[in-house]
């Protein structure tokens, strides 16, 4: 079992680049066979699945997000970071992190970061 916390700034203005950072303990990103993902959640609306990198550092990406976001890992530190360009107040949202055993498919299994709020405001 891993521990997944979420890190970053809390306010981003709009038209920056949102930055997180999911540090993981407890295991490492390149074993097993798990995707790292990036999930958000509007205020009052679903999960929306943003993007993953998996243990041997395959990334994918929603397509309704691809051009603006990119997902990296640095396997020195056990960290997967997400970067969403050109923000709007839109992206507002709760971002998790989550480790996941199944391609764009969540169980109940899989593990989660407690999530960070990020807030797109002038």
């Known amino acids: 079992q891993v521990q997944l916390q979420e890190s970053g700034p809390g306010l981003v203005k709009p038209s920056q680049t949102l930055s997180l950072t999911c540090t993981v303990s407890g295991g490492s990103i390149t074993s097993g066979y798990y995707y790292w993902n990036w999930i958000r959640q509007p205020p009052g609306k679903g999960l929306e699945w943003m993007g993953a990198?998996?243990?041997?550092?395959?990334?994918y990406y929603s397509p309704s997000l691809k051009s603006r976001t990119s997902i990296s890992r640095d396997t020195s530190k056990n960290q997967f970071t997400l970067q969403l360009s050109s923000v709007t107040p839109e992206d507002t949202a709760v971002y998790y992190c989550?480790?996941?055993?199944?391609?764009?498919?969540?169980?109940?299994?899989?593990?989660w970061g407690q999530g960070t709020q990020v807030t797109v405001s002038s």
């Open positions: 989550a480790k996941w055993a199944h391609f764009r498919r969540w169980a109940v299994y899989d593990q």
């Open positions: 990198t998996s243990n041997s550092g395959g990334l």
